[in-house]
């Protein structure tokens, strides 16, 4: 039994900030990568911000200079901060974790449930 508890989505006018978290908890041995996927409105899902154990980044292009994902090891914790918001960025954003459970040998991904940002005036 593994859960993803995410926070921090809402209602903000264009220009604004918001700060997702997402807590993983339960028989967790380690947890390998971190990060964040989005669905807004007739689109795809895409990743957003991905971080290593390493504490690698990467950004999908759109996002690039206005989010920062960052992860602290201790609270098995994800981090999405993100500045001047855009009307294109509302969407359903998912938290995603890849980890191995204790006990186990093999990794697998977990999903969050997904919390709404909407960017709107």
């Known amino acids: 039994q593994v859960q993803l508890l995410e926070s921090g989505g809402g209602l903000v006018q264009p220009g604004g900030s918001l700060r997702l978290s997402c807590t993983a908890s339960g028989s967790i041995f380690s947890i390998n990568a971190m990060g964040w996927a989005r669905q807004g409105p007739g689109k795809e899902r895409e990743l957003v911000a991905g971080?290593?154990?390493?504490?690698?980044?990467n950004y999908v292009d759109s996002v690039k200079g206005r989010f920062t994902i960052s992860r602290d090891n201790a609270k098995n914790t994800v981090y999405l901060q993100m500045d001047r918001l855009k009307a294109d960025d509302t969407a359903v954003y998912y938290c995603?974790?890849?980890?191995?459970?204790?006990?186990?040998?093999?990794?697998?991904?977990?999903w969050g449930q997904g919390t709404q940002v909407t960017v709107s005036s």
């Open positions: 971080i290593m154990r390493s504490g690698e980044t």
């Open positions: 995603n974790v890849k980890l191995t459970r204790r006990g186990w040998l093999s990794e697998r991904d977990y």
